[in-house]
């Protein structure tokens, strides 16, 4: 091979994401029956071997501290990382990925529903019975099929970068090479679940009488799902309008929703095809793929606002800024633009303008969207907790399940079950991107109220500003480095800003 140099790790770094990417869009949407990364990885194995790591951990050590060197060299070996050991575990990755578009779990009186529909079939269940006769089948079945396979990814995993010896543990590994301080974040999210346990209380219990008829002791995993469905507001997010309705905003706010055609919708439903939806960037900025598989209802509309937020981004990318801004970095920036654009779903205006809530039905709609985003917002603090305990090796893997559903269940009062606690572990702590990236959102929307007023959604002027202050810088800046430029002086990434909105939301 010929020597490795920054210019050659970064064209074909380009080159093996941009497969990797085309491969999983191809899968999950259903195109192909299963991904197969290994030729992928095997092509590429020159740029994914200890050779390479070694270079970039050189690179990473010798680039001055606060300098753009640091962070692309950051960036390059937190990629890296991910890829080598993304490498090591493709075939895992591939069972996976084909147990999960294949499976079906099945009742004990016969009723044979997809794997990766399961959830949304609980969640839709309106008999409780029903409902907790198909999610005891969807625990077995992860704890026979899906479990071992997470468990084995996170052990093997854990081990690879534990024997590079970054640092004396992983979590320290971790933090060393992101640059993010999970004591702090884990410390923060102890305290959002302390500060909001009364109002926690104070609200569980009522939703849950009304729209279940049950006691908060008695419920379960499975009725938070069919509890925050509700399916009696559905009807005002019609799903014919669906795309028309997010296509109209974007277009009042001089936001093209197809970027000049480099951004292409998959909406058309096809067996494989994953429930979730996803955003696939095959290309930065030139191609990038929103798939969707509308089941009906708002969480369509949901789920359309938060991957327009991570298309647009991605396809409005500068494209004369190196692989690693536009393809790496943190990714608390994407999602913190997915979430700018999905809590449209919680903005009065919003919802007044773009769905059919009227007058009279908004105020309870945004009641309920308050204590959605409480809920989730203690579900993944809990998530972190769990989640730093577990990769800190603070109990054993045996005892993690025991763990999981005390630090869940706790959290959220919903009764956990010990079959997910693998299979609802976000591996590399991306549950960490994931709350800075609310936290940021919040502060870019108190932003883009100062600037554009409260309908900046609608506002000309606000879609060129965030193109050109917040998409075209891609991922080059970190979310404490964006929420310091365009936040209030002294602006810093908290959940401050996210109860006051919670507060708001419950008062409406
Ligand atoms: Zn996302």
């Not at 949407?29 to 070694?54: C, M, Q, V, W």
Request: glycine share 4%; hydrophobic share 40%; charged share 30%.
């Amino acid at each position: 091979m010929s020597a490795l140099s920054l210019a050659r790790l970064r064209a074909d770094g380009q080159a093996f994401t941009e497969e990797i990417s085309r491969e999983s869009y191809l899968a999950h949407s259903g195109h192909k029956a299963a991904a197969n990364f290994t030729p992928i990885y095997e092509k590429y194995r020159d740029i994914l071997g200890p050779e390479a790591l070694a270079f970039t951990v050189q690179l990473f050590q010798d680039s001055p501290p606060e300098t753009d060197e640091r962070r692309s060299a950051r960036y390059l070996l937190e990629w890296q990382l991910e890829s080598q050991a993304s490498r090591m575990l493709a075939s895992i990755d591939e069972t996976e990925s084909a147990l999960e578009s294949s499976a079906y779990v099945e009742t004990s009186d016969g009723r044979r529903v997809q794997y990766q529909l399961a959830s949304i079939e609980i969640a839709n269940e309106k008999d409780r019975k029903e409902r907790l006769a198909l999610d005891r089948a969807r625990a077995e079945f992860v704890i026979r099929e899906h479990s071992p396979l997470r468990l084995e990814r996170l052990q093997r995993e854990k081990e690879f970068i534990e024997s590079l010896h970054i640092a004396p543990s992983y979590n320290l590994a971790f933090e060393e090479i992101t640059g993010i301080s999970l004591s702090k974040l884990a410390e923060d999210c102890r305290g959002f679940l302390a500060d909001t346990q009364s109002m926690w209380d104070d609200t569980l219990a009522p939703f849950l009488k009304r729209s279940l008829g049950i006691k908060p002791r008695e419920a379960t995993r499975a009725d938070a799902l069919a509890l925050l469905r509700a399916s009696h507001v559905d009807s005002s997010f019609p799903g014919p309008a669906l795309q028309q309705s997010v296509r109209t905003q974007l277009t009042e706010m001089n936001l093209d929703p197809d970027a000049g055609g480099r951004i292409i919708y998959d909406v058309g439903d096809r067996p494989g095809k994953r429930s979730r939806a996803f955003c696939a960037p095959t290309r930065v900025p030139e191609e990038v793929y929103l798939v969707l598989r509308p089941h009906g209802g708002q969480s369509d509309y949901t789920t359309l606002l938060h991957e327009s937020g991570h298309a647009l981004h991605f396809a409005n990318a500068r494209p004369d800024y190196p692989f690693e801004f536009r393809w790496l970095g943190d990714n608390s920036v994407t999602e913190s633009y997915a979430m700018l654009f999905d809590h449209r779903m919680q903005d009065r205006g919003w919802l007044l303008r773009y769905t059919e809530l009227g007058k009279n039905t908004i105020a309870e709609f945004l009641r309920l969207a308050g204590f959605e985003e409480l809920h989730f917002l203690r579900r993944y603090c809990a998530k972190l907790v769990y989640e730093v305990e577990a990769y800190g090796g603070v109990a054993d893997w045996k005892a993690l399940p025991d763990l999981y559903v005390d630090t869940l269940t706790r959290a959220t009062t919903f009764q956990y079950h010990t079959a997910d606690a693998f299979i609802d572990f976000d591996p590399r702590y991306y549950s960490a991107r994931y709350l800075r990236a609310w936290q940021l959102q919040s502060l870019l929307n108190e932003s883009l109220v100062t600037q554009f007023d409260d309908d900046w959604f609608r506002n000309p002027s606000a879609g060129p500003w965030m193109i050109r202050e917040l998409f075209a810088e891609a991922q080059r800046e970190t979310a404490e480095e964006i929420a310091a430029r365009v936040g209030k002086s002294g602006d810093h990434l908290s959940f401050a800003p996210l109860i006051r909105n919670i507060e708001r939301l419950l008062e409406s």
